[in-house]
């Protein structure tokens, strides 16, 4: 008999895992809010028949929590909480968890971690029937938890490819990666780049190149060769460019509000601020700036 997933979501990594874990065999019920969500067509046309989430009711075993992360914690007391069964509860992220959203009421009822180090349709596209892919997921619990790790062979993960980190440390992490690198520092550095090449004259498809383009191939090579390998073999004038700005960006302070930052995160200031959603504002401000960058270029 296949083992069966209870998987609540069919974004991005729902999707995901609900193909990679039917082609391994398991037998997979997805939940959703209802027959009109544009979720419900996409999983209908994946070959699933969705159910409502209140049906989790029924659920037992293994289930995987692959919505917002704000919603896990209601969706649980409402619907879990009042089930007398054994849970293994999993997260695609900590995040439930670091801002004390998720609080299992009962022992049978467990917080499990796999959290892939890689968007959905990317755990997608390197699936491969019976032949593990090349990337990693943070877990928990493993040894503990037999159910976890053929749930992550199932989604195509090596065993040596799973990083043992807690909940809460790997939400952290994903936070800080987030505000100070991926999109919080990243997104802005590339408007205020495009803005200044727009002011020198520089051609806007040029512009795209240089930031974009340029920007994917810089990725992979630090992938590739790390980050001193990669200065290595940039040239000389990028080289110099790059320490004379390392300076003056350590001189403005940037660092200091980078490190605040993470201290929000750290102490759980920032599960607060995301709550109250007065951020709401500085990021209509900020897809603004964006916006008026790409359209420059």
Known sequence: MAETVHLVG???QGAAWAGNLRDSGWAVEVYLKGEASPSWKTAVAHGFLPRPIAALTEASGIVAF????????????EFLAPRAVELSLVLAHGYAIYAGDLRPVRTAHVVRLLAPKAIGPELRRAYVPGKPH????????????PELAALAAGLGFAPENLIPCAPEVEAVGDLISEQMLLCGGLFTLIAWTMDE????????????EECITELGLIARMIKERGMVGTMGKISRAAAAGAALTAEALEASGARTALAERAARI???????????????ASLARLESTLRAAEERS
């Open 134 to 145: 090349g990337l990693k997921a943070a877990v928990t619990h493993l040894q503990q938890a």
């Open 10 to 12: 069919y974004g991005s």
């Open 66 to 77: 692959l919505c917002p992360d704000d919603l896990i914690g209601a969706l649980y007391r």
């Open 197 to 208: 090449m727009k002011k020198a004259g520089v051609p806007d498809a040029l512009i795209h």
């Open 266 to 280: 750290k102490d759980r200031r920032f599960a607060e601020e995301y709550r109250d959603g007065t951020w709401r």
